[in-house]
């Protein structure tokens, strides 16, 4: 079945460290996404690439880098510059905007609950 | 400003009743398109709905329909028939524009939906 796929679920992390979340799909989506969510949040974009090799910020992209090597693929690091990692953190894809125009669903993966101990 | 408020926190509703979740949104565009998403305990988000700044007529999906109020710039979701596994986070969400300009879904802080038996 055509989907994402992400993982770890539940990633627990010490302060200082990086960490990497994967984020898989198979829906031939050209374009990929990665937004944040805290409590009482609305989702919050990360990140976002359109074609392969490359990708742009979003809103919130100050200590998170990633990488569109491949086109199933685009991993997100969480690097120790984030002052306050700890959220839930969701990726998406959908077809390229500039082919799709504003109907342009984005489908979601599970998730990764990331903890800083 | 926000551009999408959803103004609810949380919302009850008894079993086989019908509920209006409430969203509003801000924009300078034209073309724009509303999205509904209905994000489970789980964490997964899943698409509901979606209209069309163009749409003449209200959005429709099964038991979901959106009350599409141009004029005051409001999308209100509508959930017909409540089951106990309609409960759940649903958000507002936004795009504007056509093209390269379109990657962006913007959220609004989401309402915690509570189907009562």
């Known amino acids: 079945d055509g989907g994402i796929t992400q993982s770890p679920k539940y990633l627990f992390r010490k302060e200082g460290q990086n960490v990497t979340l994967s984020c898989e799909q198979n829906?031939?989506?050209?374009?990929m996404y990665w937004y944040r969510q805290d409590p009482g949040q609305g989702l919050r974009l990360i990140y976002y690439?359109?074609?392969?090799?490359?990708?742009q910020k979003g809103d919130i992209a100050e200590g998170y880098s990633v990488s569109r090597e491949k086109k199933e693929s685009f991993p997100l690091t969480v690097t120790s510059a984030q002052k306050n990692p700890t959220a839930f953190y969701l990726c998406?894809?959908?077809?390229?905007?500039?082919?799709?125009?504003?109907?342009?669903?984005?489908?979601f993966g599970p998730g990764t609950r990331l903890t800083v101990l | 400003a926000q551009k999408i408020t959803q103004t609810q926190p949380g919302m009850f509703v008894q079993e086989k009743e019908a509920v209006t979740l409430d969203c509003t949104y801000d924009?300078?565009?034209?073309?724009?398109?509303l999205f509904w998403y209905k994000q489970p305990s789980s964490g997964e988000m899943i698409f509901l709905i979606y209209?069309?700044?163009?749409?003449?007529q209200n959005a429709t999906e099964g038991r979901y329909s959106l009350n599409f109020q141009k004029a005051r710039k409001s999308a209100n979701l509508v959930i017909s028939a409540s089951q106990l596994g309609d409960s759940a986070m649903y958000f507002c969400?936004?795009?504007?524009?056509?093209?390269?300009?379109?990657?962006?879904?913007?959220f609004g802080k989401g309402t915690l939906l509570t189907v009562n038996p």
């Open positions: 998406a894809s959908s077809m390229r905007p500039r082919l799709a125009g504003v109907y342009n669903e984005q489908f």
């Open positions: 829906l031939n989506h050209d374009a």
């Open positions: 690439s359109q074609i392969v090799n490359d990708f």
């Open positions: 924009t300078s565009d034209q073309s724009y398109g």
């Open positions: 209209q069309g700044s163009y749409d003449e």
């Open positions: 969400a936004m795009r504007e524009g056509w093209g390269g300009s379109n990657y962006k879904l913007t």
